[in-house]
């Protein structure tokens, strides 16, 4: 049995795949199995794993028909054999020392789940991402205050909230807890599949533990999932905020998290029709339309929206009903006379403070 099992679900990434695959055979903690699940490529990613397979026996192969994201994963989890799983995406790469610091800190915190920090990449920058987290351990009421309220939503329209990416990747879980909490990604879903196994595993961790290392780093791929036109996207999205009420419904915690959960999907549905309308779907306009009112039509999403709370600090306490209804003060009136008058005086004074401020000034006849 290894300590580690990671599991990568590959689909066309035959470019990234290398650097991937070799981020994860630098690792300092040489006790790891490496479980790679060739979710169905139509490029040569498959040839890439057997022949790195062949390099390291800690690699082993799957190939299966594409059947999505989450269903990969799953194939990794039924065959890992490791004390605790962790995921890597195929177009990422870690730091060597990742799970070595990572099962350190599990291990010595005796934790369900351990979290790092991490790099957000692209071709000019390396942005690190950090947990505003003070503790570097959290029991049940600290997990849901601090990391599951925040990676379900915003309670509040104004970004007041620390967001929580609910990514797996920066991860590292136990088997035996997964295993007994029946953990694993919704099949058919690809699209924040890892959201809803991670909100679903810290509503059942009864302590997890933070490592301040940014040892993950997630690369800004153009083509991936999450950059180009998903067709079914709404629909996903839908299925993932009802996994997301059942969890938090069974948790007891459907008051304290309705306003982020209504909040989630309204940005849900600003998501779906931008997917809608960008340059990259290939649908004719009466298709994209049709969409968007489909969108905007959902009773879900109506519902959400007039139920939300204002926005904080957008509206001040309504006043008493005296004081709203305070007779105006009088305003005193002028006569022609007397208005004309007081104009004649204004013009005098202007002139006189003319004078004293420029002496020398004529006055044109």
Known sequence: MSLVSIVVPIYNVQTYLPRCLESLLAQTLEDIEIILINDGSKDESLAVCEHYAKQDKRIKVIDQVNQGVSVARNTGLLHARGRYIGFVDPDDWIEPNMYEVMTAQIQAQACSICLCNYYKDDKNSSVPKTLKIKKDV?????????????????????????????????????KNFLTQHEICFEPGINIMEDLAFNVKALLNAEKICIVRDYLYHYIQNPTSILHTYKKNMWEDQMRVHELLEKYIQSAGLEEQMRNR????YIGMAFSAIFNEVQGKNKEDMKNRVNKVKEICADEKLKLSLERIRPIRGSES????????????KKVKTLSKKNAASRQKKDVTQDRRELKRKYPRLKRRR
Request: with cysteine; charged share 25%.
């Open 138 to 174: 959290l029991i049940q009421e600290e997990i849901v205050a601090h990391l599951v309220s925040n990676m379900v939503g915003a309670d509040d329209i104004m970004p007041h909230y620390n967001f929580v990416m609910g990514c797996v990747w920066r991860g590292l879980y136990s």
């Open 261 to 264: 959960l209504d909040m989630r």
């Open 317 to 328: 306490p309504v006043k008493q009903e005296k004081t709203i209804k305070r007779r105006p």
